[in-house]
């Protein structure tokens, strides 16, 4: 293999498996009253945008006499960090996950970790043993 294109195919790989994070991600954004937007999404009938800071998913749970009703919520959020909280706003518990992929507000539980994000945290360690390997 010519070095010189290896080099350079893995340096390519890399700066590309940097760009990936700053990119904005699309997320979708809809509530409960939305055809296929509760617990069980469903993304056929849902808008997805670019978002200029982190995709959410919020669900809430309160009771109304003595009916417990659930509330979702898929949306685009300041900038945050990936993860979970729970808390309550306006009597009612909510439980709110962040996540920075794209499409990443679809899940169905609150597990918001994306494959596609460990993967972005190891390709650069990757290319680099690789590149090590070839000088």
């Known amino acids: ?34 055809e296929g937007c509760g617990d069980r999404f469903g993304q056929k009938n849902t808008d997805a945008h670019f978002c200029d800071g982190t995709c959410a998913k919020f669900r809430g749970e309160r009771y109304s006499n003595q009916v417990r009703i659930v509330e979702i919520t898929r949306t685009c959020v300041a900038q945050r960090s990936e993860g ?26 609150l597990r918001m970790i994306s494959a596609f994000a460990v993967f972005r ?15």
């Open 84 to 109: 979970c909280e729970d808390t309550r706003w306006n009597g009612i518990s909510v439980k709110g996950c962040y996540c920075n992929t794209d499409f990443c507000n679809t899940a169905d539980s």
């Open 1 to 34: 293999m010519n070095l010189g294109i290896s080099r350079g195919l893995l340096t390519t790989v890399l700066l590309a498996s940097f760009f990936t994070c700053c990119v904005a991600p699309q997320c979708f954004s809809c509530t409960q009253l939305d």
């Open 121 to 135: 945290v190891l390709l650069p360690v990757i290319v680099v043993w690789i590149y090590g390997l070839c000088t």
